[in-house]
């Protein structure tokens, strides 16, 4: 990103929040695939790029609620909810038939690896029996690197509980790989599980810490 562009932003008005939007999927499929950084679990771009879309493809589909943030008319951050009686709680079946429909043939061993890695982490952060300790689960809250230090992520969950509490919820929950420095969830919330997963990827056996948190509205 050029300088004059970082400027033009950093001046900007608040973000607007609206409603998601079909056209908004090009987008969302894109910055799934540089936040969670996909290439780490596999050499191959293609295989990285399945993976992001079936990620954010299943991201959607179990969302009951999902806003866009936007600045000067461009998509820069997006979040997405359910309700704890829709939520299908991200199980690797679910994932796999995304994934199915995007590619019918998933048979190179680049991408059975990468796919593996990505299902435990799921599996981890999403067990068969998940805690029933929030009103609302918040699937997820993407706003990519440029456009961080903006409040832009703020102002996309000061929506969502404002919606929440004028529909009578009283809490929320939220799943997350931890991502190192990241410290959003430090005010707030409350942490009440954490785990531990081994993946294999290209460059060796890699530990993920994925931690529960909820927060009260």
Request: charged share 25%; with cysteine.
């Amino acid at each position: 990103m050029d300088s004059e562009k970082q400027i033009n932003i950093s001046a900007s008005n608040s973000p607007k929040i609206r409603p998601f939007k079909n056209r908004d999927f090009q987008w969302l499929r894109a910055d799934v695939f540089g936040f969670w950084n996909f290439g780490e679990f596999t050499h191959r771009i293609s295989s990285a790029a399945l993976l992001a879309a079936a990620e954010a493809a299943r991201s959607l589909g179990e969302s009951t609620l999902a806003f866009t943030a936007e600045l000067d008319g461009e998509p820069v951050g997006y979040l997405l909810a359910s309700d704890r009686g829709s939520l299908s709680l991200r199980t690797p079946e679910v994932f796999t038939n995304y994934a199915r429909r995007l590619k019918k043939r998933l048979a190179t061993n680049d991408f059975h690896r990468a796919y593996k890695a990505y299902t435990d982490i799921l599996r981890t952060l999403y067990p068969a029996e998940s805690p029933s300790d929030a009103d609302y689960e918040l699937v997820a809250l993407l706003v990519p690197d440029e456009y961080r230090g903006l409040g832009i992520a703020h102002s996309l969950v000061a929506k969502f509980e404002e919606l929440l509490r004028n529909n009578g919820k009283k809490s929320y929950a939220v799943s997350s790989a931890v991502i190192e420095g990241s410290h959003f969830f430090d005010e707030g919330f409350k942490t009440v599980g954490e785990s531990k997963v081994t993946v294999e990827v290209p460059s060796g056996s890699k530990e993920i810490v994925c931690r529960r948190y909820v927060r009260e509205i």
